[in-house]
């Protein structure tokens, strides 16, 4: 079994900054990708950010400049730091991680999910 437990979510005014983290951890051999995705009520899931196992990043162009992703792969866990936040970045961010099991499986799995309200 994997597990993906996110934390850092929360409310913050416009303007300021929050760090959301996700640790994976369980039968996981390696992982080729992780990534933050966010769902805002009433649309569909996004990508935000993603980070390749050799570091290679993407970005949403809504949040270029302001959000930086980067993992630690001792650790198995992938950060998202977040500046200058703005009302529209509210909703519920979802980690997720592309991985092989120890059987070469390879599998997409996602966390629970966090909110982050962002106030005018």
């Known amino acids: 079994q994997v597990q993906l437990v996110e934390s850092g979510g929360g409310l913050v005014q416009a303007g300021g900054s929050l760090r959301l983290s996700c640790a994976a951890s369980?039968?996981?051999?390696?992982?080729?990708?992780m990534g933050w995705y966010r769902q805002a009520p009433g649309k569909q899931r996004e990508l935000v950010a993603a980070?390749?196992?050799?570091?290679?990043?993407n970005y949403s162009d809504s949040v270029k400049g302001r959000f930086t992703i980067s993992r630690d792969n001792g650790k198995n866990t992938v950060y998202l730091q977040m500046n200058s936040l703005k009302p529209e970045d509210t909703a519920v961010y979802y980690c997720?991680?592309?991985?092989?099991?120890?059987?070469?499986?390879?599998?997409?799995?996602w966390g629970q999910g966090t909110q982050v309200t962002v106030s005018s």
């Open positions: 369980g039968s996981i051999f390696s992982i080729n990708a």
């Open positions: 980070i390749t196992s050799d570091d290679s990043t």
């Open positions: 997720n991680a592309d991985y092989l099991d120890y059987g070469l499986g390879l599998h997409d799995y």
